[in-house]
Every structure is written in C-alpha cells, then in structure tokens.
C-alpha cells in the first residue's frame, strides 16, 4: 500500500491508510493502550494502538517500540471525540486506530532529545549527530523555508529573463577582500587552484559572451575565522545584468526580495526600501548595517529592508598605507567621479556605484555597476598603487575580455544564510544551514580537515612542516 503523507491523513477520515515515520514520542496508558506520535516529513499524528484489538504479533511488535525507530502503520482514520482535539497539531482533528505495524528500522537511544528546542544542546554534540539534531522540528522548519525562498527567488528570476549558469568552482583567485582555499594541482607541481570567493569575474564574463541576464545560487568560499554569522562558506543568489544602471539593478532585486517575502507570508516594514547614503548611514547609525525596526516589529518578524549607497571607492590599507577597495575592485566609480578616477585625483573622494541591502541589522547582500570599460577598471588597480605587470597578473584577462565590446554591467549577490537568519529571526548562521561547520572549523559529522596520507601528499606535490 502507498503511503499517504501524514498531512493528508485529516482527508482520508473512515478510510484505511498506511503512514511511515519516526516514534517522536509515545505514552503507554496502564497496559492496553499505547499512544504513538509518528512524525514524517509533513507533520505529527496520533497513532492509538489498543491491544485488545490487535494480533499477538503485532502487540509483541508494540511492545519493542523505542523513540525514533521508523515504523509502518496501517490503520483507519478516525474523527477524535470534540473534548479530544488538539487545536495545536496538524492533524489533531483526528487520530489514527493502528491494525498493524511493521518497525522499519530500529533506533538507539538518540543522544539528545529531538522532539524538543536543541538549541541550548553543547555544540560538538550537536554537530556531531547532525542528521538528528535536523530531525527538530525548527531545524526542520528553517531549511524547508530556505529551500522555499530560494525557489521563490529563482521563479521571480526566471520570469525576468534571468539564465541560470553554473560556473566553476576551481579557479582562480579572485579577491573579494579574504584569504582563499586553495587546491594544489597535482599535474603541474607546485601550482595551487583556488576555490571562489565569489563568481565575480566569471559573470562578468557570462556579461560580455552576450547573456545579458544570468543567475546562480553559488556557493562561495572564504578562509575568514568562523563567527556566528559567518562561516567558511555560504551560499549566495548572485545575479549580473547587462545594459543597466544603478537604479535597474536595485529595483530588480527590491522586486525580488519583496515577491520571496510576501510569498512566505512575511511583512516588509516599508516599501519601496528606504535608500541611505553611506555617511548618513555612519552618522545616524555609526555603521553601514543597521536595524531600524521598533520593539513591536521585532517581536512581529516584520523585515526592515534599506539599501546603502554612496560609499567611498577606496580606504587606506594600514599596513601597507596603500589605497585598498572598500567592497569590489570590479566596481566602477559613480559617474561624476570618473575623471578624477581616471586620472588617479582626489582618491579618498570618490565614491563607487556599491549599494548594499541591509535588513534587520544584517547585510542582507550587496553589489555595484561594474567597470565594463578596460580603461576604468585598470585605473582601479593603478590608484591602488599596482604596477603594469602585476595588475596583468591580477585582471589582465578581464581587460582583454573587455576590449572585445563589454556591455555595460552590474549585479548584486544576496547570501542566503543572512536572509534565512531574518526570515527565522535565528541569530547564528548554523540554524539555518544544514550541515555547517563548528565553531572551530570543522565540518559537521565527519569531522574533516583531516590529514593526508603520505603517498597522497607525494602524489601533489607537497610537504607538511613539523607535520
Ligand atoms: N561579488 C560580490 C560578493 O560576492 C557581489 C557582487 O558585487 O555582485 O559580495
């Protein structure tokens, strides 16, 4: 027999179904009855095994039942009496009166409690036994609504004409202000790929092969300590338009955020979004993110989107007392800047064509209108103090693909972590990510980096000091 999803049971009331799960919880009342909360992955129900009634095989089988072991029930569909309904359960209108059961698989004793919050459960533990702490019903929850607004994103894309591209993920490295990972080549000795930190240069590149719209839900990989809202590597909605201006592409996105929002059934606080400059921004808030919500509206998980622009191209690196860029260096300079740009004048003036969407104190993405001229790109690399030869090293494919006609460009990328941490007003990136790493960078489960073996290390190359 099929199985109905235990959502659907409520539709199948007097007839016969069969229903497969997890024991979430069970009670025995005195020794005729035993009450069995299945759990699948569309809801609860109430499953009544009265002995009695049933088989001795099956009542030996009722009797082997542990929480979390995975059971096949059939039974019928049964309204419950008006003084037993459950107003708080799904399906608590009615219950289900077992016939038989087969257990599935067996279950020892989970090492935490899952049909409870695990939040306040020690960390490694959690990690550790991931795939059960994702058996919790907010765990549960939180990456269905990711998976939910990720597709309700890529709808909206791809209704606008939007082609969605996968681009690689050995590479090189392109900066986005982070160390890289990096993956040594075991054919050419002594050469190292690195993982992306962004697909920055190759949607620029999708911009002048002619796709004039292109999206993606990249991952990208930063080498950053792991802090709560910041782990090694996320995954962000990364869009490039052509044949825009910074307005298109904010308005885009704006139209974006709303539709995935709404759709989910959360509020927006103001729209349009309210648009700051960068040293308002610093003088009314002190910084570049910012939470303007009230007390009400935190509690109501109403979303407060602004946009940021107008911020400086370039700030002093301290160490090395050169011009860095503050956010992009593909980024081109607000018009009016451009020739003081070009001619490498008044640098700590200008100011870049950068907006960044901030909600609910979090940057929730960020992009600009990029350099499509070589000429201004290069500029970017020479304020910054790079000579001929290392800034051929750096971009110098992207200048000669811009000398084949580049149509004006500019995206943004919006991190999907950040956004799912306001939706479920999570405040640590790991309740929203299914298998993220630990506080002190390793993976969940398998417990990885881990060492090479020596011949693995020979084979690429490589020698580990005081390894
Ligand atoms: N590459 C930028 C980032 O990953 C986003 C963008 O400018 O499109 O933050």
Redesign the pocket.
């Known amino acids: 027999m099929l199985r109905t999803w235990i959502e659907e049971t409520v539709e199948h009331v007097g007839e016969t179904v069969c229903v497969k799960g997890w024991i979430h919880r069970m009670r025995q009342m005195g020794d005729k009855l035993v009450f069995v909360d299945l759990r699948d992955g569309s809801g609860l129900i109430q499953v009544v095994f009265y002995k009695p009634e049933l088989s001795e095989e099956v009542q030996t089988t009722v009797d082997q039942f542990k929480t979390e072991s995975v059971l096949e029930i059939t039974g019928i569909v049964k309204q419950r009496g008006a003084k037993q309904v459950n107003p708080d359960m799904q399906t608590g209108t009615i219950e289900l009166a077992a016939q038989s059961v087969v257990i599935l698989a067996k279950a020892k004793n989970p090492p935490f409690q899952i049909d409870q919050d695990t939040s306040g459960i020690n960390e490694e533990v959690r990690m550790k036994y991931r795939y059960l702490d994702l058996r919790s019903e907010r765990l549960q929850r939180n990456i269905r609504l990711r998976s939910k607004w990720v597709q309700a994103c890529r709808e909206y894309l791809f209704k606008n004409r939007f082609t969605e591209i996968e681009t690689p993920l050995l590479t090189k490295a392109t900066p986005?202000g982070s160390r890289d990972f990096v993956v040594p080549s075991r054919l050419q000795p002594g050469k190292f790929f690195a993982l992306p930190?962004?697909p920055?240069q190759y949607?620029q590149l999708l911009m002048t092969a002619g796709f004039e719209r292109y999206f993606q839900t990249a991952r990208?990989l930063r080498d950053e300590d792991p802090r709560a809202d910041r782990g090694f590597e996320h995954t962000?909605v990364?869009?490039?338009m052509s044949f825009v201006e910074r307005d298109d592409v904010m308005n885009m996105v704006e139209g974006m955020v709303i539709e995935a929002s709404e759709k989910l059934g959360f509020t927006i606080a103001q729209k349009p979004f309210p648009r700051i400059t960068y040293k308002e921004s610093m003088e009314k808030y002190g910084a570049d993110k910012f939470d303007m919500r009230t007390e009400e509206q935190k509690a109501a998980g109403i979303l407060a989107y602004a946009w940021v622009i107008d911020f400086p191209f370039f700030e002093k690196d301290e160490k090395s007392g050169k011009w860095t860029f503050t956010?992009?260096p593909?980024?081109a300079p607000l018009p009016e800047f451009l020739e003081d740009h070009l001619a490498g004048r008044n640098i700590e003036n200008i100011l870049t064509s950068q907006y960044d969407l901030v909600c609910n104190g979090y940057e929730s993405g960020?992009?600009?209108i990029r350099a499509h001229d070589p000429a201004v790109l290069k500029a970017t690399y020479q304020n910054m103090g790079y000579g001929e030869e290392e800034i051929q090293g750096s971009v110098g494919h992207m200048l000669e693909a811009f000398e084949y006609g580049a149509p004006p460009h500019g995206?943004?990328?919006l991190g999907v972590e950040r956004n799912l941490m306001n939706l479920t007003q999570e405040t640590a990136l790991r309740e929203v990510v299914a298998f993220p790493m630990t506080s002190t960078g390793n993976t969940s489960v398998m417990d990885a980096p881990d060492p090479l073996s020596k011949q693995a290390l020979i084979d690429l190359h490589l020698e580990v000091k005081n390894g």
Do not use: V
């Open positions: 986005e930190q962004s920055q949607k990208a962000q990364d869009i490039e956010h992009n593909f980024s960020g992009g600009s995206g943004i990328a």
